[in-house]
């Protein structure tokens, strides 16, 4: 499914800029859903050294979670092949972490979109990086799940439980574990599900997979009881509106499980768009994010105490329980029970489409974006900027460098002294402040 992600950033960039009432410059990963480093690139093609170094830059890792160490040790790699880009390297600090740009700021946004988290407090200790948190899955959900607002289902269930379980790598391996439980207690026969034996992005399978947390490891061979797919994790933002119409409850399967961070993504709100009511296996506490969003959960319908649970492996197993207790509702309690949640259902359905939910989620992004630039301004670098540069083209050999044009993408002597001249400007509206 090919979703035009650039526009979420272009309705970013032009909300920055309103704000900041500058040019801003984005970089985003292309294509989506990447995590190479080399694949952060800028929104604007046509931006050269010039406007990548006077303008404030904006890092965005807001569809994946962060993860700080990883991008701490794979770093930007564009290898240098000739004298010049050699050059430039050596005068210029090196890449660190996610912002590899030296601009006359001292720092950069990251634009990412968790809570909890101590991936925020090590870019926050890098001093080199202004986390700016939005909830960008509920503005990418009401776009990817816009149908779901005029779809009429018509219930036929034939399953209580729908469970979407496709890649099962990283943050994802207690999806296995999960499948193994559900056999355990005898509950597949009631779900709507399949697993994918092969890992989509690994290319092995789970028997050949070294887990990071072993506890996740089944010990049964999972296909003997599921139907098996083939689907990868990018099929989460589709939906079949006949899993939905043959099944009473989604359980939501989430990105984060074994983790402490508050991180949602378009699985919790998939259902929702859909009308469907749902069981969350997320990080403790993510009923109640969802919650603080305006949103209804089920905990006058079903136990939803396995939210609060700090252990995962026994929340998983209270998820699991929860199942069972659902499935061994008698027939009139589970009309009853059902149709209650149905209500709520149609309830956060009309919610998420709402205006209302949306200028909640964008005055959120707007109001911590003002601080950002706040704090932005408040700790320019345009002093070290004007020295360090000051000295740098003092070399007899980048004198002679910046002679010669290299393209928009390398520093002349002309746009040098461009930007000397705009840093020295911002520097005495600073001191005159």
Same mark, same amino acid.
């Given at each position: 499914?090919?979703?035009?992600?650039?526009?979420?950033?272009?309705?970013?960039?032009?909300?920055?800029?309103?704000?900041?009432?500058?040019?801003?410059?984005?970089?985003?990963?292309?294509?989506?859903?990447?995590?190479?480093?080399?694949?952060?690139?800028?929104?604007?093609?046509? *931006?050269?050294?010039?406007?990548?170094?006077?303008?404030?830059?904006?890092?965005?890792?807001?569809? +994946?979670?962060? *993860?700080?160490?990883?991008?701490?040790?794979?770093?930007?790699?564009? +290898? /240098?092949?000739?004298?010049?880009?050699?050059?430039?390297?050596?005068?210029?600090?090196?890449?660190?972490?996610?912002?590899?740009?030296?601009?006359?700021?001292?720092? @950069?946004?990251?634009?990412?979109?968790?809570?909890?988290?101590?991936?925020?407090?090590?870019?926050? %200790?890098?001093?080199?990086?202004?986390?700016?948190?939005?909830?960008?899955?509920?503005?990418?959900?009401?776009?990817?799940?816009?149908?779901?607002?005029?779809?009429?289902?018509?219930?036929?269930?034939?399953?209580?439980?729908?469970?979407?379980?496709?890649?099962?790598?990283?943050?994802?391996?207690?999806?296995?574990?999960?499948?193994?439980?559900?056999?355990?207690?005898?509950?597949?026969?009631?779900?709507?599900?399949?697993?994918? /034996?092969?890992?989509?992005?690994? @290319?092995?399978?789970? &028997?050949?997979?070294?887990?990071?947390?072993?506890?996740?490891?089944?010990? $049964?061979?999972?296909?003997?009881?599921?139907?098996? $797919?083939?689907?990868?994790?990018?099929?989460?933002?589709?939906?079949?509106?006949?899993?939905?119409?043959?099944?009473?409850?989604?359980?939501?399967?989430?990105?984060?499980? &074994? *983790?402490?961070?508050?991180?949602?993504?378009?699985?919790?709100?998939?259902?929702?768009?859909?009308?469907? /009511?749902?069981?969350?296996?997320?990080?403790?506490?993510?009923?109640?994010?969802?919650?603080?969003?305006?949103?209804? $959960?089920?905990? &006058?319908?079903?136990?939803?105490?396995?939210?609060?649970?700090?252990?995962?492996?026994?929340?998983?197993?209270?998820?699991?329980?929860?199942?069972?207790?659902?499935?061994?509702?008698?027939?009139?309690?589970?009309?009853? !029970?059902?149709?209650?949640?149905?209500?709520?259902?149609?309830?956060?359905?009309?919610?998420?489409?709402?205006?209302?939910?949306? &200028?909640?989620?964008?005055? +959120?992004? !707007?109001?911590?974006?003002?601080?950002?630039?706040?704090?932005?301004?408040?700790? %320019?670098?345009?002093?070290?900027?004007?020295?360090?540069? @000051?000295?740098?083209?003092?070399?007899?050999?980048?004198? !002679?460098?910046?002679?010669?044009?290299? @393209?928009?993408?390398? /520093? $002349?002597?002309?746009?040098?002294?461009?930007?000397?001249?705009?840093?020295?400007?911002?520097?005495?509206?600073? %001191?005159?402040?």
């Amino acid at each position: 499914m090919n979703i035009p992600l650039d526009r979420l950033y272009h309705y970013i960039a032009n909300i920055a800029q309103e704000i900041y009432s500058d040019r801003i410059v984005i970089y985003r990963f292309w294509p989506h859903g990447s995590k190479n480093i080399n694949d952060l690139n800028n929104l604007y093609s046509t *931006d050269g050294w010039v406007e990548k170094t006077i303008y404030p830059n904006i890092w965005c890792n807001d569809q +994946e979670p962060l *993860d700080y160490d990883f991008y701490k040790i794979n770093l930007k790699t564009n +290898e /240098p092949k000739t004298h010049d880009d050699i050059l430039l390297n050596r005068v210029l600090r090196s890449p660190k972490n996610l912002n590899y740009r030296f601009t006359i700021f001292k720092k @950069g946004l990251l634009l990412h979109s968790e809570k909890r988290s101590t991936n925020i407090e090590k870019y926050y %200790n890098d001093d080199e990086l202004i986390p700016v948190y939005y909830w960008s899955h509920a503005i990418i959900a009401r776009d990817w799940f816009r149908y779901g607002q005029h779809v009429t289902q018509q219930k036929k269930s034939k399953k209580t439980f729908l469970i979407y379980s496709r890649s099962w790598s990283n943050t994802r391996e207690y999806r296995l574990r999960f499948a193994e439980l559900l056999i355990h207690l005898n509950l597949q026969q009631h779900c709507k599900t399949s697993i994918n /034996p092969i890992e989509p992005e690994l @290319g092995i399978h789970y &028997d050949s997979h070294q887990f990071k947390n072993s506890v996740w490891r089944p010990q $049964t061979v999972l296909e003997n009881f599921f139907s098996t $797919t083939s689907a990868h994790s990018g099929s989460s933002a589709d939906f079949d509106i006949e899993d939905y119409e043959a099944t009473d409850i989604e359980v939501v399967l989430e990105t984060l499980f &074994d *983790d402490d961070r508050l991180h949602l993504t378009e699985k919790s709100l998939r259902p929702i768009a859909l009308g469907q /009511p749902f069981i969350l296996a997320g990080t403790q506490g993510s009923l109640e994010y969802l919650r603080s969003y305006g949103f209804k $959960t089920f905990g &006058d319908i079903w136990d939803e105490s396995y939210d609060l649970v700090e252990d995962p492996a026994e929340r998983l197993i209270q998820i699991a329980d929860l199942m069972r207790q659902i499935e061994n509702w008698g027939a009139v309690m589970q009309e009853r !029970k059902l149709a209650e949640a149905r209500t709520i259902a149609d309830y956060n359905r009309q919610h998420f489409f709402s205006q209302e939910f949306f &200028d909640l989620v964008v005055d +959120e992004l !707007k109001v911590n974006l003002a601080s950002a630039f706040k704090e932005l301004e408040s700790c %320019n670098n345009y002093t070290n900027w004007l020295n360090l540069w @000051g000295e740098i083209t003092n070399y007899p050999e980048f004198i !002679k460098f910046l002679e010669n044009d290299h @393209g928009p993408q390398r /520093p $002349t002597r002309s746009t040098v002294d461009l930007v000397m001249e705009l840093a020295q400007r911002k520097l005495a509206e600073k %001191n005159t402040e």
